[in-house]
């Protein structure tokens, strides 16, 4: 008579099944950086091309309505804003306004364009731009405190447009602003604003908000270099308006 037990296969010992468990555990702590490096890169990417559509949608909207237009990149607030985009960066678009009544010398007022929304980079992913008149790095963490606006315009030929005195009416928002997002733009307030302030960008930096965090650079120097090393930057070309990587 045949003996049942030799149709089944030995079971694993627990020395062998702990063996298993430990081989896994091994692979998973190999595999996770990767698979989070990837997500790192592809949230990176993504942002790169939502801020290239929107300087695009940008230029386009300057020219087809001849006025100026600015891409404003701004720090979204919980107040503002669904709670899954609380403290995600924010892609605006603001259009001068038809009425430059009440603006001081050197001020050219803009205002939110109706019936567009905002687009938000991934989370983690955060925009820097350039100082047009200096080496100066402009970040999302000073932005608002400081007015240091993040903003590219457009001229109405679609050219990009390098000119100070970005302001609105109500900069920080309040009774009669068509939106709240006014207030986190950082541009100067139309009437007593100081023109030489509130400066458009030649180029933005994308780049991933955690990793610098985690570097901290100590000065404007450390954060160029790092930037430098980090960073997607995405050129406006002055003449056709036209984004170079």
Not at 133 to 162: I, W
Request: zero cysteines; glycine letters at 8%.
């Amino acid at each position: 008579m045949t003996d049942r037990r030799a149709q089944f296969g030995r079971a694993f010992s627990l020395i062998e099944l702990l063996v298993v468990i430990a081989i896994v555990i091994i692979l998973a702590a190999a595999v996770l950086p990767l698979i989070s490096g990837l997500t790192k890169s592809n949230n990176l990417q993504q942002g790169v091309n939502i801020a290239s559509v929107m300087l695009a949608n940008g230029r386009n909207m300057a020219m087809s309505t001849r006025r100026q237009v600015a891409v404003v990149f701004y720090e979204e607030t919980s107040a503002n804003a669904m709670p899954f985009n609380a403290n995600q960066t924010a892609i605006g678009l603001a259009i001068e306004s038809s009425t430059q009544t009440g603006a001081a010398a050197g001020n050219t007022i803009f205002e939110v364009v109706r019936g567009r929304g905002v687009e938000y980079m991934p989370t983690g992913v955060r925009v820097a731009t350039l100082d047009d008149a200096s080496t100066q790095v402009k970040l999302t963490e000073q932005s608002n405190a400081a007015r240091r606006v993040r903003a590219v315009v457009f001229d109405e030929n679609g050219q990009m447009l390098l000119r100070n005195g970005l302001s609105v009416n109500t900069p920080s928002g309040g009774a009669g602003t068509p939106t709240q997002v006014v207030g986190d733009w950082g541009f100067v307030d139309a009437a007593t604003g100081n023109p030489s302030d509130a400066a458009a960008s030649p180029a933005i930096l994308v780049f991933d908000g955690r990793a610098f965090a985690d570097a901290a650079p100590a000065d404007d120097a450390a954060i160029a270099t790092w930037m430098e090393q980090n960073a997607t930057v995405l050129i406006v070309n002055a003449y056709t308006g036209n984004v170079i990587r």
